[in-house]
């Protein structure tokens, strides 16, 4: 029996590989590990979509996606300095991009540094002024603020863009509540919970604003 020799059996693996080859790869790569850490943040396993971002971000730092979906994850863990971090490259690549302005925002609402919120805020807004979710973000900024009518301006508009737009009618209630005027704070909580009747929050505050109607209807 004749034996085939071995360099020309593996012939076919020797060929030399080029850059466009090599490119071509790593594309494929990065859109595979891109898949599996947006599927990862879909099911809730946050620290692994983390270090698959970062497996793209070695290859790829300037991917503006992995960026953003990276600084969604940190979020969601609520480390909420890495996630502003991440925001921040991801806005060197593209200073634009208005979709991370506005989660960097809501990351600095959630670290309680509501003036540099409203800041970006304003920025998006002054691109955009019909984004409803920048005009909730910047209510709840100016409610910290102490900024009540300016806050109740942005919600309401935000309703006037879209009526069922449950977080401005909850948040929008929460306004009236700590003004004490709780007959529109009910109604607001009512309409978000018309529109969806497992709003927590608002079944919450609701309960406690028809509470404090009823003690001063006593006091009377």
Not at 93 to 100: D, E, G, K, R, Y
Not at 162 to 186: H, P, R
């Given at each position: 029996?004749?034996?085939?020799?071995?360099?020309?059996?593996?012939?076919?693996?020797?060929?030399?590989?080029?850059?466009?080859?090599?490119?071509?790869?790593?594309?494929?790569?990065?859109?595979?590990?891109?898949?599996?850490?947006?599927?990862?943040?879909?099911?809730?396993?946050?620290?692994?979509?983390v270090a698959y971002y970062d497996t793209v971000l070695e290859k790829?730092?300037?991917?503006?996606?992995?960026?953003?979906?990276?600084?969604?994850?940190?979020?969601?863990?609520?480390?909420?300095?890495?996630?502003?971090?991440?925001?921040?490259?991801?806005?060197?690549?593209?200073?634009?991009?208005?979709?991370?302005?506005?989660?960097?925002?809501?990351?600095?609402?959630?670290?309680?540094?509501?003036?540099?919120?409203?800041?970006?805020?304003?920025?998006?807004?002054?691109?955009?002024?019909?984004?409803?979710?920048?005009?909730?973000?910047?209510?709840?900024?100016?409610?910290?603020?102490?900024?009540?009518?300016?806050?109740?301006?942005?919600?309401?508009?935000?309703?006037?863009i879209d009526s069922t737009y449950v977080m401005a009618w909850n948040?929008?209630?929460?306004?009236?509540?700590?003004?004490?005027?709780?007959?529109?704070?009910?109604?607001?909580?009512?309409?978000?919970?018309?529109?969806?009747?497992?709003?927590?929050?608002?079944?919450?505050?609701?309960?406690m604003a028809a509470e404090r109607r009823e003690k001063r209807a006593?006091?009377?």
């Amino acid at each position: 029996m004749r034996v085939q020799r071995a360099s020309s059996a593996r012939a076919v693996d020797m060929k030399p590989r080029t850059k466009r080859a090599d490119a071509q790869r790593g594309l494929k790569d990065d859109k595979y590990f891109l898949a599996a850490a947006d599927e990862l943040f879909r099911q809730g396993k946050f620290n692994q979509a983390v270090a698959y971002y970062d497996t793209v971000l070695e290859k790829a730092p300037n991917n503006l996606r992995a960026l953003h979906n990276k600084g969604l994850a940190l979020f969601a863990l609520n480390k909420f300095d890495k996630s502003i971090e991440c925001y921040d490259k991801a806005l060197e690549v593209q200073p634009q991009a208005l979709h991370v302005k506005l989660k960097k925002a809501i990351s600095l609402n959630s670290k309680r540094d509501f003036e540099r919120a409203k800041d970006v805020l304003d920025s998006v807004l002054t691109a955009d002024c019909t984004n409803k979710e920048a005009l909730n973000a910047r209510a709840l900024a100016e409610f910290h603020l102490g900024l009540d009518n300016e806050g109740m301006q942005d919600l309401r508009r935000a309703i006037e863009i879209d009526s069922t737009y449950v977080m401005a009618w909850n948040n929008l209630g929460c306004f009236y509540l700590g003004l004490g005027e709780l007959d529109a704070a009910v109604a607001c909580f009512d309409r978000a919970l018309t529109i969806d009747p497992e709003c927590y929050d608002a079944l919450l505050l609701k309960d406690m604003a028809a509470e404090r109607r009823e003690k001063r209807a006593r006091r009377a």
